[in-house]
């Protein structure tokens, strides 16, 4: 799956506010038939995190049979390595950021257990490999054997371990002592202890935080304060201050006030117009901003953001996970 489309580009403010579901269901279809295109070897280093963002884009529109089942699943099950681990596309390395793309879209497909089926060692192998990449001093995850510290790792291997229904595997109070190390004297978190606060960082840590239990230690109206300050004039949400509105911080802001209970601390309304006009109606697929290149990435969180607004023609969306709501209830009650 290609990240970028093509020629299609955003419309421009005259765009009406209405979502063009079947154009985006149609421009996922046909990303993986670019192969003839530059841009599509270009991004190979993302084509499994493109199934799922793509994947997760149709779940939200209802058309999860967009995408032939068998062939996802074949793909995703072709970047497993021995060790449990996922690369980006066969034959690259294993990764922590594609091990969780590909347990969240088996996870969509009902087919973790295609692990076992196939003889590939189960889901507790793909387990064994997030866990083995928690640091034991910090309590914070690597995203792969060279080292770096990431919490947007940790979040990835609370995601990936909890729908497994193999949290245990690893240390969570260590982890949750490592993210509180990551929060600001304004509220919000950074990378890593000391780093700048950034909206992306926000919704790692508070999702992790989510999925262990934890959300109450959070000071929930200074957070929100700083996440509400993200929106601008027009509309739009920055992930930091002085930065360019983007239409993906419509998750990550969006989803980081739903955890905490205040989506109503953002002007809805404002936000989903500047969403709709980043769209193609022609071509489908959402960019960053209104009048630019379109991709699977934006588009994925372009249209979760009009989940989380509860936007006519739209399922809805876990903010926990950014994933179908119906099937993150359904995995999790296993």
């Known amino acids: 799956m290609a990240l970028v489309s093509g020629p299609g580009r955003a419309a421009g403010s005259k765009l009406d506010l209405q979502l063009y579901a079947d154009k985006h269901v149609a421009y996922v279809e046909n990303l993986d038939t670019r192969r003839d295109e530059l841009e599509y070897w270009l991004t ?36 497993l390595w021995d060790n449990g681990g996922f690369g980006a596309a066969p034959g690259h390395d294993a990764h922590m950021l594609y091990t969780v793309s590909a347990v969240q879209v088996l996870v969509m497909l009902d087919a973790v257990n295609e692990l076992d089926k196939r003889g590939l060692g189960g889901k507790q192998k793909v387990a064994s490999f997030i866990a083995g990449l928690q640091d034991k001093e910090t309590g914070c995850f690597m995203g792969d054997e060279w080292g770096e510290l990431d919490t947007r790792f940790l979040y990835g291997a609370f995601n990936a371990l909890s729908l497994l229904g193999l949290l245990h595997m690893v240390d969570v109070p260590k982890a949750v002592a490592y993210v509180h190390g990551c929060q600001n004297l304004d509220g919000a978190y950074g990378i890593r202890p000391g780093a700048e606060s950034h909206a992306g960082q926000v919704f790692t840590c508070v999702g992790a935080l989510a999925i262990a239990g934890e959300l109450d230690t959070i000071n929930k109206d200074r957070l929100a304060g700083w996440l509400s300050e993200r929106q601008l004039e027009n509309g739009g949400l920055n992930g930091r201050p002085e930065k360019l509105e983007d239409s993906c911080y419509s998750w990550w802001v969006m989803s980081s006030l739903a955890m905490i209970g205040r989506l109503h601390w953002v002007d809805g309304s404002k936000l989903a117009a500047f969403i709709l006009r980043c769209q193609d109606p022609e071509a489908g ?43 993150t209830l359904k995995c999790l009650a296993k």
Do not use: Q
């Not at 779940?59 to 995408?67: K, M, R, S, V």
């Not at 607004?309 to 996970?321: A, I, R, S």
């Open 285 to 327: 697929g959402f960019a960053d901003r209104p009048g630019d290149m379109v991709d699977v990435f934006h588009t994925c969180f372009g249209v979760a953001g009009l989940s989380l607004l509860k936007f006519e023609g739209t399922k809805e969306v876990d903010p926990v996970y950014c994933m179908p709501r119906a099937v």
């Open 44 to 79: 190979e280093h993302l084509r499994l995190n493109g199934v799922y963002w793509g994947l997760t884009a149709l779940h939200l529109l209802d058309h999860p049979e967009a995408l032939s089942r068998e062939e996802s699943i074949n793909f995703v099950l072709s970047c």
